[in-house]
């Protein structure tokens, strides 16, 4: 991937143009196809629905909505206060709501209207007759009520609101207005400038520093526009753009800024722009990519909880986290083509010593710290471990809920209704459940509601049974009931689950199978569902971490050391957002409407979100101690020592905490701009994720990371070697491409060299060597023959050379791609057939001819040997013909590169003899050559090149 990456790179910086106007021809049809959409109703725009499939609330809905529809749709509310020392029912107040009733009947979309003074229904009018409630039922949910129609209910309650005798309240609420739709403002600017501002000082380029910006805002645009699109296919929540937004722009900045931090660097060191420009895309890029997948990956395990608008929206975010990916590998060295050599910013200020440290050197920030930390491991590690469970404490307070009015800012008409509601008639009754089940074996309907109204009435909780009644055909009876609690509060929820306890009695006693249900029931579920979906989740991303970094690393316990941090940072988070929304502590420095529980998918997006980024800061900072280490080792001759590892920890970390500590401002300041003016939904989110990104990269990361690794020392590198031969590689930090160039002048004539291998070895999965230190040189046209008693050797040989099994070691470049890091092209350019593999076709010769075809003038084939001998007439003519194909083509003689191998030279030799490719001679030790050969000897396989 970095090779690819590499040519990627180098391709965008000299065509820079072609590529920026295709990202904003991209951007414009998209955009424009959503205007063109949204004007004509294609487009439906957020839909703020909650459902989850399964549970027992989304069946009583459904079952409202087949047999009681004036109940099964959203409702609203308008709450109307009297002054001090009036009532609700007299006159003049009375005579108001009569003509609010009146006027709020004739509003189109509306169903019902419930009459607080109607003997049939309870809790409408307070206690002490100041205040009354006028209950609105609508058909569908609250995303199916036209904007016309609200905009009537405001109307309507503001000219109430002017009748009302003066010190009378009025306000228009209900779960219609219960969720608002997060809008941007010019406090999330600020983030962005903050963010351009540290892009700046790490760059010490104004001209530089915007190379990320732009391109996370082209990426984020297009992002959110397609989001938008997809609204015309998905119901897709308000929250998901604002989330889209928050984490494309977080990490399409910290892609783009990588990218463009290590061409910066090169340039400084004399690396020529362009190439420049392609091995950052090649090594940095490499671990974006890398970085990408995690986030993609955590994100859309959010489906782990079965909930669709949380699956979609983990979706969406993976599209943007996606498209910034992209946007970074391919733009961003388009930008740097626009600036070729003009990067390297303003020179550092030289500082005047005293000539009496003149010749002690200067050590930076960075490594000042690392060395602090790592002279005292232990103290470091048990101060962050002990500082973080402290802070984790509130934590173990966190309750859950979805939103409703009550969180919405004290502006807020909704809010001030819901505020009304709870100061008159008690807290529950923003939040009303509803019972309902089939009744149509009953012989007596009312009847049968009164009892079981009875029945509910006595459960601890219930303040009060609104109503309790049948349908108008007797088939579906309905209990409304109010809770003593608010909607939000755990209690409420324990009362869904009493009333959810007492089925089966109900059941056995009455009949009736009563289902638990209303807005209030399914945002309990939807909480007591994610709750459910932490744990598996949490397994999830811990675990998959432990696979990805043992993979990268090679290591055991760094993986484990990584998971630990991830997990304490995570607890750090979950105990500052409880501090805040639950504690109250800071909560009006931040503008929170109102303390209680936090929006319910919180805890699964921040543990989704910050599992990515915190791999990202791992990566890039422990692949360079890694790197280091290698090094290091390498030049003792493989001697690993403990002072070794330290000085790897020590240098690795100062040459990546300039990046990752730009990179963690950035989007500390990106998602803090959210929490100040943010959504009600969207406010939790960005605390934690701030929290998160500031605790992991600064405490965990930059603090924890280099202690624990001093402490370990060397034992850090260790893996099994079991483990190591059977997992694969990722190359994320262009191990490839600084190997490409290294073997740049390898051959010496690169021009007349089909393939060549140097010290080339294979070795099977228990460790033992197949073969080794082959050397083997063929130019175009040439047949190299390799034999050997095992034929795992012959067939190892062979698809190293078609790039379909990586070598263990040495060099090999076929077509004059080096191989591993070009296997892409040589597995497409590379014919193999396999005529000794007992899981094929059953024709060997169907498969030549598949290895010979499409125009391929390199081919390898196994088991030449196997043939039989009218099979071997055939299997000759068909090389014979490829290569005159081939020869016509080109005009030139030879053109057809071919690498077989077998067990006996013998039945092979005859083969390649009558495809008329001379100088065929015998290759078994056995056997003396008849003509002198040209043949190299590796262990475990003979080899022969045969001129054509």
Known sequence: MSTLLYSLGRWSYHHPWRVLVTWLLLLGVVGGTVGVGMATGFVKGTDNSFTIPGTEAQEGILLLDRTFPQASGTSAQLVIVAPDGDRVDRRPVSTVIADTIDRLEDVDGVLAVTDPFNEMVNGLVSDDAQAAIIRLQFDGQATDVPASTKADLHEIAAETRAAMPAGSHVAIGGD?????????????????????????????????????????????????????????????????????????????????????????DQVREGVEPAESAARATGTAGSAVLFAGVTVLIALIGLSFAGIPFLTTMGIAAAVAVAIAVVVAVTLTPALLGFAGGRVRGWPRRVRRVRPSRSNRPRRGFAERWVTTVTRRPIVTTLSVIIG?????????????????????????????????????????????????????????????????????????????????????????????????????????????????????????????????????????????????????????????????????????????????????SVAASFGVVAAVFEWGWLADVLHVARTGPVISFMPIILMGVLFGLAMDYEVFLVSRMREDFVHTRRARDGRAERATAIAAVRSGFTASARVVTAAAVIMFAVFAAFVPEGDSSIKPIALGLAVGIAVDAFLVRMTLVPAVMTLLGEKAWWMPRWLDRRLPHFDIEGEAVERELALTNWPEDPDSVSVIGADLAVEDESGDALFADADFRLSHGETLLVTSPDARAGRAFVLAVAAR????????????????????????????????????????????????????????????????????????????????????????????????????????????AEAHRPGVTALAPSRPPLDPPSSDHATGIDTQVISS
């Open 176 to 264: 219609l207005f219960s969720t608002s739709v997060p809008a941007l403002s010019l406090i999330e600017a600020v983030g962005v400038l903050i963010a351009l501002f540290v892009l700046i000082v790490t760059f010490r380029s104004i001209a530089v520093a915007w190379f990320p910006l732009a391109s996370a805002l082209i990426g984020v645009g297009l992002a959110i526009t397609l989001i938008f699109l997809s609204t015309a296919f998905a119901s897709i929540s308000s929250t998901t753009p604002m989330l889209a937004i928050m984490l494309g722009l977080a990490v399409g900045i910290d892609y783009a800024l990588f990218i463009v931090a290590r061409h910066q």
């Open 388 to 568: 973080l469970g402290v802070v984790a404490i509130p934590a173990a307070s966190l309750h859950l809920a979805l939103p409703n009015a009550g969180v919405q800012p004290t502006s807020s008409e909704a809010r001030q209704s819901y505020d009304l509601v709870a100061e008159h008639f008690g807290p529950g009754a923003n939040g009303p459940l509803i019972m309902t089940g089939t009744i149509v074996t009953s012989t007596d309907p009312l009847g049968l509601m009164d009892d079981l109204k009875r029945e509910v009435e006595r459960i601890p909780g219930v303040k009060e049974v609104a109503l309790s009644t049948p349908n108008e055909t007797a088939d579906t009876g309905l209990i409304q009931i109010v809770p003593e609690t608010a909607p939000d509060d755990p209690a409420t929820a324990d009362l869904v689950r009493e009333l959810r306890a007492q089925h089966d009695r109900l059941l056995d006693e009455y009949g009736v199978d009563l289902k638990v249900t209303g807005f209030t029931a399914v945002g309990i579920d939807i909480s007591d569902r994610l709750a459910a979906a932490l744990l598996p989740f949490g397994i999830f991303v811990v675990g998959l971490s432990l696979v990805l970094l043992t993979i990268v690393f090679r290591s055991i316990w760094v993986p484990i050391k990584a998971a630990a941090g991830y997990l304490l």
């Open 805 to 912: 099994l990586a070598p263990s070691a040495g060099r090999l470049r076929v077509g004059g791609h080096l191989l591993p890091g070009r296997s892409a092209w040589v597995r497409a350019h590379v014919g193999l057939a396999l005529l000794a593999d007992p899981e094929a076709s059953g024709d060997p010769l169907r498969e030549l001819r598949r290895a010979v075809a499409g125009g391929t003038r390199i081919v390898a084939i196994d088991g030449l040997d196997t043939l039989s001998g009218p099979e071997r007439d055939q299997a000759a003519a068909i090389l014979r013909d490829a290569e005159a194909r081939l020869s016509r083509r080109s005009g030139s003689e030879p053109a057809l590169t071919v690498v077989a191998s077998a067990r006996r030279d013998g039945p092979a030799l005859d083969i390649l």
